[in-house]
């Protein structure tokens, strides 16, 4: 199988993020990152340059260099995609470009700062016709596509209720004022967006939601906080959700749990059982019945009680933990699918979780949550 | 210790909380049941009677016959206090009459069906100067009051994030309508008052809440939903909290979580640190702290990190799981000694966990949750 | 129904194991403490006797005099059965003599220090004609009988394999030299027998497995060890199985496993599956099967999937947590019912799940571990 | 940093390890595939080198001619270690002749099929002075490495217990007749060696016993069963272990506990407390004390309360779970880091956590398993 070519924009050296997506995508051997821009800092760039085994004529100073001196390379040589690796400011500008020099995007999310600009992304992307997803690592587990598979094919019945956390811990202190640049630029307004918390995690907690029960949410009703002083944006936020149908729902992110790491979980209900899935223990799924009998399923690719889709993400025989950065290497895969799809078919069907919708979709929950909170908790409908 | 004389209103053959309520009183040998008038049935009390030992001229026909009965008995004889064990619409008047005629109270939850009722008792405590408490069985838990005492004293800072979550089952297809008693009447206005989900599980959620933290619920923002066709009062309920001080929080209640059983649990987080108690493990406390380690703190009778009083409430050391029972045990154990000093000091100072403030706070907070989800969830101040 | 009149030997204030017994009788209203010698203590046991409310007349001072006092009563008042709550040194001769003079009697494990005593107790037994059990707590929990009844109707398929493992880590350090009454007594082979920990817990482990497979263990190739300085009996022992049939197996036992409290398991795999159950989550039992699929069952007096006689041991719905008092108790009612059974028919055929046959073999098996250790993990076989 | 060149042996198509392998030496791009012999079939051989990106002319077909091929190569191109990924039958004779051609290696376990081929091996390394090491994989765990550390550094107090338990179920049936490759190999003494479940599981509980609690086992008294009618080798075994000083312990291994995924799990204890991990939860160290306290301590680099050294292996904060293949990678990556050394050095001064003494120990125990039971569970020391 054909490698897919990768640039990467961001994930210079004490990124933490930028040393997992390059795990992730090499982990299967499908994708070869063949350039970079990794820091504003030219040095870092080259140090991460030289770490990660580039050839120095494909680390480029600035992204802007990068997508240009890539466009000037032979077809057969130059990057096929471009992943986005940076603070969110940096997300809009560089998709757009690189949208429209012909490569295709895979970002981190959330999409944009706006949902302004997750738009212009979007006309980016229906003018140059490229594949452009975003790595919602969740939506990576083998479990959480098991979950989706069973509640869209009737397994709970017809949904009524979610739930669905995400509760941190690590912000509970100033950290932006402690030399920790993972907080500083999550908790800057410029860099990270209209929101804090809620960009953060919380529209992976919705993305999650949204997947699973293949339900929209319609409208939140949000309480969001500032409860670090000085913070600039939200660190904590809880919201009453409505769904298409009847469904109802509780969304929560805190960044503030003290002591909590990082447990996204969800709860979907409906006429005819339960299903739960939670990060801490992410190759369980537990199937709840209306009569009390409760199954575990575990993720393997050996387990036949599994749909054929989800074995096909799992790398190991059950009893074998997979975790975040396999989740995260299944984004990868399924958007190099994409990619070689569109090399050979010139069409752009993604297979991937998480495409353009889920930008626009994310962006517009996470507007609607700051507008409803800043009224007062008003019920607000999503763009 | 001499016994306490108990005399019981409800809790006939058929109703499941009777029998918890009797075992419960038996299991310390501190508590005597003497009387009871235990259905509207005569012929459902007088089996009940024969069943539970009680000789036929204590076994009472009706509430009313019972406490004038009684009230002619010598004072060495008669029951000291009455348990209140029937659906929520004989609460408020068997308590006023109980009172008045000079008999301390433990009444089950809600207090009652309406604020106003709630009041009524209140006057009628104020002056018989009797005590009266509710079974809020969580509190009787080890690890509740653990957790109540530690953050009380400081050990998660000052709390910023409470997490109270309440999900059952039993309720999501019509049980009300094929034949069981439990769900006929939660699910009857007139019966069980304004609130069906919140006035049978959302009422603990709260109760526990305002308890662990010591800090009162302010407002809510509620979203209340009657899922199953026809059903008359909410079966599930979410609601955004705030809290004295500027704590916010989330409390959930569910009777249509398809598959789940009862398992109450919440999380409060402060500065320093977090405390997670699920009923699902009662006897384990979870610490979180800042840098990351997590401490289980187990229940036990023997366990010198618990506070005293805490071990206290424990009958066995660590590794021999008390349960629901041991913690309604509990519950009737403090009212038994509240009773005795009573007695002797003819003073009512409660050591009751859930006084008659509970019960006006209980009450409060139920109609606050229904008419803020009336209002299309507006924030509702508690009375 | 009428409550049956029980004598007790021992569980004097101080010694755990009195005030659990006495709660596990009370619990279900089934049993009356009539009378007791609860110490060779005089003073502690009138101060006992204060304590649970017997009249000073049936408080005595020896249970020589118990014995023969309570037999002077009339037969409608005099205690049924006596409960021997004492150290192992006491178990056979109060044991015999109780049903030498028409007691029943139920008697803590192991059932005496030698397996030459229980041979005398059998023979009492025998020529009594009268009611003898053992409380091997475990065995009531409602889960481990379900276990018993999956295994015996082959749900596992033909057993192979067993592993059962107590961890206790109490005697990690010499708490015998330190005041601790219940260690001096269970590390003096004058009052606790031939073993230490292999009778005060490894008895437990061997009667569970046992129980739930329905196998005699034919020998066993033991290890025991006396870890801390200078204590006289075995405080850890292992040892290799062998089943009547093909099956092998695992026992483990020891009581400085530092840090663990009292977490017996047992797993039973056969042909067609496993079972799992253990005391550290007593109210769920896990199915394993071949095809990987992992279901939990849960105990509740409302869960149709468990069997009748299981529900039957049950007192709250799933979601409710019953303990070890409620375990114990179920031990309790199990015995009141084959003593009024007796009263009734004047049969002995026992309800109880550890009758006569398992003091001798619970005997026979501490035997066979020390005789097997001593010469050297030879492989001996149960008497 | 420069990538260190691997060639394969083994690992073709339908084999399940061999993918693992590969992602788990990609995963960190510190390792390079740059050719291999990946069956004894050629066909597979070549549909494998095409698959994972080999040019045709270092897909070689036969070990044989992969050696001598890439010893013609020159030495900045060639392999620098072997991966052995073969069944056991041919450890011994492609690391000999890989070993004397001046590769390293890095080789599955079992070392081979028996001691005296491990002594082979010993005698090859001894010649060639080249690196040699075993994936023992749990080794790989971060939180085994810190169990190792913390037992070392005296946290648990001088050791007296160790229990490890290894069970699987899917040699419950006779799959080694049904198609089942992995099963065939396993079960046939010619290329699995003189033990099919101890050396297949068995000797990954021995040596994750040794590594953590850094005492030999002296001796062993096992019982090895043949469960599966035909089956020819062990499919489950228990074993009384001795170890250095006076610690004693238990080792239970089994393929036929039905409905068990590959649930490795240890315990050990000692004067001042406990310390127990568990496959099922890798990233989980539970740490237990006299006082009853229990701490978890979680995997993450971020982790201040770990070891410098754990925290190193791992990549991703508390919360972001690593599993089996991020262990694998760590095997990798620090045989890497011994083969950069050694290329600088010219020392085999070993960080792997499983060197040449691992195999000599590992096939020790083994034979000495096979031994004991074969002569009806004998105490047996390890050569």
Redesign the interface.
């Known amino acids: ?1 054909k ?1 897919v070519r990768m640039g990467m924009v961001g994930g210079g050296e004490g990124a ?1 993020i930028g ?2 997506h ?2 992730a995508a ?4 499908e994708v070869q990152l063949v350039c970079g821009a990794f820091s504003s800092n030219p040095e870092v760039t080259r140090r991460t340059g030289r ?3 580039l050839p120095p004529e494909r680390v480029y100073p600035s992204w802007q260099d990068m997508l240009s001196g890539e466009s000037r390379l032979p077809a057969q040589l130059r990057a096929e995609f471009i992943a986005i690796v940076t603070p969110n400011d940096l997300h809009c500008p560089v998709a757009e470009r690189a949208l429209d020099s012909g490569f295709h995007v895979l970002s981190e999310k959330p999409a944009t700062r706006t949902l302004a600009e997750a738009r212009t992304i979007a006309a980016a992307v229906a003018r140059s016709k490229r594949c452009y997803a975003l790595t919602h690592t969740y939506l990576g587990y083998p479990l959480v596509t098991e979950a989706r598979l069973r509640v869209l094919s009737g397994d ?2 017809k949904v ?2 979610v ?1 669905v ?1 995400y ?3 690590w912000l ?2 100033a950290q932006e004022t402690s030399g920790n640049r993972q907080a500083e630029w999550r908790t800057d307004p410029q860099r990270a967006g209209v929101a804090g918390c809620v960009g953060d995690i919380g529209v992976h907690a919705f993305n999650l939601a949204e997947y699973i029960t293949g339900l929209h949410v319609t409208k939140v ?1 949000a ?1 969001l ?1 500032f ?1 670090v002083p000085h913070r600039r944006l939200d660190d ?1 936020a ?1 919201a ?1 959700l409505r769904f298409e149908g ?1 469904a ?3 969304l ?1 992110a ?1 960044q ?8 996204l979980s969800i ?1 979907v ?6 299903i739960v899935w939670s ?1 801490r ?2 190759n369980s799924l537990k ?12 993720a ?1 690719n ?4 599994l749909h054929a889709f989800t074995r096909a993400q799992c ?12 989740a995260f290497a299944n984004i990868y895969r399924l958007f190099a699918a994409d990619v070689r799809n569109f090399t050979t078919s010139g069409t752009t069907t993604l297979s991937s979780p998480a495409p353009l919708e889920s930008a626009l979709r994310g962006m517009a929950f996470i507007e609607a949550m700051v507008a409803s909170s800043t009224a ?2 008003q ?1 607000t409908e999503l763009s």
Do not use: K
């Not at 090499?26 to 051997?29: A, F, K, Q, Y």
């Not at 199937?287 to 575990?298: A, D, I, P, Y």
């Not at 050996?302 to 009680?305: D, H, I, R, T």
């Open positions: 199988m490698r933490f040393d997992i390059r795990a090499r982990l299967d051997g770490r990660v085994g709970v019945g009524h209720r739930q956390d509760p941190q811990g509970t202190t009703c309480d906080s409860t904590q809880s009453l009847e109802v729902g509780v929560t805190s503030v749990s003290a002591g909590e790491e990082n447990d709860r209900y409906g006429e005819a059982g339960g990060h223990d992410p199937l709840l019945s209306l009569s009390g009998s409760q199954r575990t399923l575990r393997g050996n387990v036949a009680e790398r190991t025989p059950a009893g074998h933990p997979e975790g975040y950065i396999e007062g908790q019920w």
